[in-house]
């Protein structure tokens, strides 16, 4: 197989060929988002996709952390202390292991594999992501942030756990649709601007197409075993970014194979992306830092951990991410 060029930007023009999708218009309409690795606490390490640079979002999504396979057998696992948001929502996605969610609305979550937790930051939340007291075996997920348009950037804070999601199927495909619709199965979850989340698994075999929104812009991302997109290995660490325009996804790989898909009509805001908020301006950010410098976020009740302090606002003015 060939491989494609990549750049020092960590993103390459997807030179692949492949089987003619007639459904498809012609020209290019795929790049590589390749993950760069980055600390999220000094001992939980992290493939951070999204934001890429050149490409800040993918529909509303405007962050995409993946993690684990990780052993946590008489470790901290995850142990993020309580910390603000602005102007997103949050969803949480695991493979493997438990996490417990703490907010500042009073919120205490456990959230496994199959279940969603979605955050909605709105004004403003404070919230803590915690490995259960006496973690065992293996921790595995992803963490995504979804930013709020700007008629519902401010909205008042929300939390929301999900367990029962809808899973369609396609021949030997079958997603767990996460956030928004797929093929006309809709999660329940609250969301502010039309896009998917989904992840999706293979069976091994045959393959199995599913339908897309072709307003949509796409991301797909391997998260574990096996899986082809059109007759090509996805590569780990290595998201397909995928144009408006596309129909379907031809999807096969080995049992256990698992992706994400992450979609949504292309965000057009301003999108002002700093620390941990999502505002139309820099002012706006700079303010959501000094509101949690200076105490003014609801607490989160929580024991042993401590507050995450804001980093130093970088010189010169915040600007938006395109
Ligand atoms: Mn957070």
Do not use: K
């Not at 091994?204 to 899986?227: Q, T």
């Amino acid at each position: 197989m060939r491989s494609p060029p990549v750049t020092d930007e960590g993103r390459a023009s997807d030179p692949y060929a492949g089987p003619v999708d007639q459904t498809r218009p012609p020209g290019p309409d795929t790049e590589l988002i390749r993950a760069r690795r980055a600390p999220l606490t000094a001992t939980l390490a992290v493939e951070r996709y999204l934001p890429a640079r050149g490409r800040p979002t993918v529909g509303a999504w405007c962050f995409l952390d993946a993690y684990g396979p990780l052993d946590v057998d008489g470790g901290p696992g995850m142990a993020v202390g309580p910390h603000p948001h602005t102007g997103l929502q949050t969803v949480t996605w695991l493979l493997e292991g438990t996490v417990v969610h703490h907010d500042s609305l009073g919120s205490h979550q456990p959230i496994h594999p199959g279940q969603l937790n979605l955050m909605t930051a709105g004004a403003g939340i404070a919230h803590a992501e915690l490995s259960p007291e006496h973690p065992t075996g293996r921790l595995q997920g992803v963490q995504l942030w979804v930013a709020l348009p700007e008629a519902s950037r401010r909205v008042p804070p929300a939390f929301e756990h999900h367990a029962d999601l809808p899973r369609p199927t396609w021949g030997p495909v079958q997603a767990t649709v996460l956030v928004g619709a797929l093929d006309g199965a809709r999660s329940g979850a609250t969301t502010f601007s039309p896009l998917v989340g989904a992840e999706l698994s293979v069976a091994g075999g045959d393959e199995g197409v599913v339908p897309l929104d072709p307003d949509f812009e796409h991301a797909l991302v391997a998260l574990d075993g096996a899986v082809a997109l059109d007759g090509r290995p996805l590569e780990p660490g290595v998201a397909r970014y995928l144009a408006p325009g596309r129909r379907s996804l031809r999807l096969a790989g080995g049992p256990g194979g698992r992706a994400l898909l992450l979609g949504g009509e292309p965000f057009t805001e301003a999108l002002v992306m700093w620390w941990n908020f999502v505002g139309g301006s820099g002012e706006e950010v700079a303010q959501a830092r000094q509101d949690w410098e200076e105490g003014r976020f609801a607490p989160v009740p929580v024991a042993g951990v401590a507050r995450v302090p804001a980093p130093a606002l970088p010189p010169g003015r915040l600007l938006p991410r395109r």
